[in-house]
């Protein structure tokens, strides 16, 4: 991981660019633990690996999307976009996504 930071951090100083890396933890301890700390809504709560196991299985580009625009399996249970902080970039979405998949496998 440490090697792959450091390769995007060489190729975005060599173009001038520079970003802030997204910490998935804060964004779940920030973002998503209203829900999936709680388990309100019928949020899978964080390391429940029963409730977790169907959604791990997918591929992260799914979740992730799911994340970002919303999702909705059955009436009542439903994801809203980035949880309802649409304050929070993609990549805020997608570290928080990763994040909370680490910790539920």
């Not at 975005?12 to 890396?21: D, I, P, R």
């Not at 709560?45 to 625009?69: C, P």
């Amino acid at each position: 991981m440490k090697k792959l930071v450091l390769a995007a951090t060489i190729a975005l100083a060599a173009t001038g660019t520079t970003v802030a890396l997204a910490d998935g933890k804060s964004t779940y301890q920030q973002a998503c633990f209203a829900c999936h700390g709680t388990g309100a809504a019928g949020a899978p709560k964080l390391g429940d690996k029963a409730a977790w196991a169907s959604r791990v299985k997918q591929d992260m580009a799914t979740l992730e999307t799911h994340a970002i625009k919303g999702f909705s399996s059955k009436p009542g249970l439903m994801m809203p976009p980035k949880g309802g902080r649409m304050d929070l970039s993609d990549a805020d979405i997608k570290a928080a996504v990763a994040y909370i998949v680490n910790q539920s496998k």
